[in-house]
């Protein structure tokens, strides 16, 4: 170790004593997270720095800052949401009957906590592919007669992408209002002239943190939501980005599995909301509160009866709002809860939840991609595996890539969304899910997931033990890596 700092130049070590102290003292991570850092640094402390500084939140204190600017709107609906807890304290057995009733204490906290209003007018259609998703979406968007709102984590330059652009760029030159927000890290395979026609059509695009070369390559702060909104009425959310791949195109990716959602109903104008937020922070746009809502929200009441709540959590929340949302309905589950997840690298508070509930007489069944598209992470959701077979959850492996992101407990309630069940999704990313209090659109995906289960492997304890060596040591590393992220 000597020998290392010896041949170390004096601006890395002030470097790595300055790492070190925000470490420590200013960004306050959580010890296991602290502790992680602290040995990366001291064992390779070159390489050591250089992940800190690509892959830390210190460089981001000026922009965390910056993020109450995405409040706007958010005192305009104060008074919306102090009502509707208000109607529930007062009157909560007339507030929501059937599944959503059993789940009223959930619904309060995410009011209380995450501003998430509760809208029970909803008709949701599940999506089950890319094809059926961007198949339903287009047609909407075709369709669009004042505003269309985009936004999403990637949007490939290929078929798929020029298709919705094309599209896109048509509805702006008939006057719609065209708004587009992608990640600069997402799409750093995209060219900005991807949407030089959409622009010169008179839709509006803009890149997600693009600030300087270092934020472009860092993988934290990033925008991970998949939001269309359409005419203030339509909305969609899901794990389905924009781009070929998604339609399983990429063969080493294939058979892809994803899962999508379409909303009608009053749960859009949170989906608006989220957007706007987002908007306002890119662009620093001013505009009137009320003109906002007049704009963008639709005050109809809608056809539908099925009970939403959309939650979203980021590096701008004051608490882990979506994780916080997971783990209620994890501790709801009575019978059953089926998960499924690209990466599952929990937290202590996850794993304990799922251990709870498998011993309190719970089916807990995961299901994870047997074919990977990062292999460290899928290295470190390996090291997990072992841990929850032990404690008797029941972990799947699908014959293909797995993409879906979904949570059902009991058949009653669950959730699709944006987050996946690993630590960078409740804690580094801007994550946006629907969570859904309806019975038959709970059994529904229910049943798409013991479907799935006949294209998936189960993982068995005994002959999963015998792993080579080689293999439980690259789970070991990337697993002690993972609270770095």
């Keep these: 170790m000597i020998d290392i700092w010896q041949h170390i130049p004096v601006f890395f070590i002030i470097l790595h004593i300055i790492s070190l102290i925000f470490v420590i003292f200013k960004e306050r991570k959580r010890p296991v997270s602290t502790i992680s850092w602290v040995l990366t640094l001291t064992v390779l402390p070159v390489l050591g720095v250089l992940l800190y500084i690509f892959l830390s939140t210190a460089r981001y204190i000026n922009i965390k800052r910056k993020f109450s600017k995405k409040k706007l709107y958010d005192d305009a609906l104060r008074q919306i949401i102090q009502s509707q807890l208000e109607n529930i304290e007062h009157s909560s057995e007339d507030f929501c009957s059937g599944a959503s009733a059993n789940y009223l204490d959930m619904i309060k906290m995410n009011i209380k906590t995450g501003d998430s209003l509760y809208t029970d007018d909803n008709s949701l259609t599940l999506l089950k592919s890319a094809q059926e998703k961007y198949d339903e979406m287009f047609k909407d968007i075709k369709n669009a007669k004042k505003t269309i709102n985009v936004m999403y984590y990637i949007f490939r330059n ?160 004051p608490s882990q709002q979506i994780k916080y949302s997971f783990v209620k309905l994890i501790s709801k589950a009575e019978k059953t809860l089926y998960v499924q997840t690209p990466y599952l690298i929990p937290d202590d508070t996850i794993i ?126 990337f697993r002690l890596l993972s609270p770095l992220m």
């Design 352 to 477: 304990d939840g799922l251990k709870i509930a498998v011993n309190s007489g719970v089916d807990v069944r995961i299901m994870i991609p047997g074919v990977p598209d990062k292999k460290f992470v899928y290295y470190a959701t390996l090291s997990y595996v072992e841990e929850l077979l032990l404690s008797g959850v029941k972990v799947y492996r699908y014959d293909g890539f797995l993409h879906s992101k979904m949570l059902v407990s009991d058949g009653t309630a669950c959730t699709l969304g944006t987050t996946n069940m690993d630590l960078r999704g409740f804690n580094l990313a801007f994550e946006i899910n629907a969570f859904i209090y309806d019975s038959d659109f709970s059994k529904a995906c229910e049943e798409m997931f013991l479907n799935d289960i006949k294209s998936c492997s189960e993982f068995e304890l005994e002959s999963f033990k015998k792993r080579s060596l080689w293999l439980k040591f690259k789970e070991s590393i």
């Design 158 to 317: 290929d078929n798929t992408g020029n298709k919705l652009i094309d599209l896109l760029t048509e509805k702006a030159k008939e006057g719609v209002e065209v708004r587009l927000i992608y990640d600069s890290f997402g799409n750093l395979k995209t060219p900005a002239k991807t949407f030089n026609r959409l622009k010169e059509a008179g839709g509006q695009v803009i890149r997600f943190l693009p600030q300087g070369f270092l934020n472009i390559l860092r993988v934290n702060y990033r925008n991970h939501r998949k939001i269309v909104v359409i005419d203030g009425e339509i909305g969609y959310i899901g794990g389905i980005n924009i781009g070929d791949e998604y339609l399983g195109l990429d063969k080493t990716k294939s058979p892809w599995r994803d899962t999508h959602l379409k909303i009608v109903g009053s749960a859009i104008s949170s989906l608006q909301l989220q957007f706007l937020m987002d908007w306002q922070y890119l662009i620093d746009e001013k505009m009137d509160e009320q003109e906002a809502i007049a704009k963008f929200f639709s005050v109809r009441k809608f056809c539908g009866d099925s009970p939403v709540q959309i939650v979203s959590s980021g590096p701008d929340s």
